[in-house]
């Protein structure tokens, strides 16, 4: 059983580029959450894929987007980065659609913006 | 503890030790809970998890116990080990698939 896997793992952007992490989930797994960590914070909630459509959103604003394809992996985007997008981002697959269930975390994506 | 929120920031145990992380949880309406420990440079890794329909559950080395009249939720791990040393987080899952989480406890055994 494959795990959930992140890339890159490290990333160094300066303020105002744009940015793409990718995630493939867990096999058998079809829902994929993306989650931002700040240093020495807990895991925030940015949003939800599951089928391909955004299933729940955190309070992150609009230039943070993402993709779901139909193998069930997915890509965060973030436009017009700022300083204080600086952080770990997880990607966690969860099977079970919108339910409840237990969430499967990568290792993540550390993004420095500078 | 954490509160989904922290309230004591780092524990420190004797290995072999028992270990008792809390968390006071907000929302009363959250009917399902996780516990995640997380290794320096790794993402959260799953422990143990429990629904609202429940008050205590057990895993290797590992008890949950939730009290959803004060809202409070504990991890109880047996026999401390030095690879449990980890930052420990709750969750909670209030609707859908969304998990607010707590700021973590620091949790260092000493041989």
């Known amino acids: 059983e494959t795990g959930v896997t992140q890339s890159p793992t490290h990333l160094i952007k300066t303020r105002g580029q744009q940015v793409t992490l990718r995630c493939s989930s867990q096999?058998?797994?079809?829902?994929v959450s993306w989650y931002q960590q700040a240093l020495g914070q807990g895991p925030q909630f940015i949003f939800q894929?599951?089928?391909?459509?955004?299933?729940g959103r955190g309070n992150f604003p609009p230039r943070f987007s993402g993709l779901q394809f139909p193998n069930y992996s997915s890509e965060l985007n973030v436009n017009a980065l700022e300083l204080d997008d600086s952080a770990l981002y997880l990607c966690a697959s969860s099977s079970g659609g919108a339910g409840a269930e237990k969430l499967f975390f990568g290792s993540g994506t550390q993004l420095s913006v500078l | 503890g954490e509160s989904v929120g922290l309230h004591l920031p780092t524990l420190s145990v004797q290995e072999g030790d028992n270990s008792i992380i809390n968390c006071a949880y907000s929302n009363s309406a959250s009917d399902y809970f996780i516990w995640y420990k997380q290794e320096s440079g790794k993402g959260p890794q799953f422990i143990i998890d429990?629904?609202?329909?429940?008050d205590k559950r057990q895993g290797q080395r590992v008890t949950v116990l939730l009290n959803k009249t004060v809202k409070h939720l504990s991890l109880q791990i047996a026999a401390t080990q030095p690879g449990d040393s980890a930052v420990y987080f709750c969750?909670?899952?209030?609707?859908?698939?969304?998990?607010?989480f707590g700021t973590g406890t620091s949790l260092t055994v000493i041989p």
């Open positions: 969750a909670e899952n209030m609707a859908g698939n969304q998990f607010y």
């Open positions: 429990i629904r609202s329909n429940m």
């Open positions: 096999s058998g797994h079809n829902t």
């Open positions: 894929y599951y089928r391909e459509e955004e299933n």
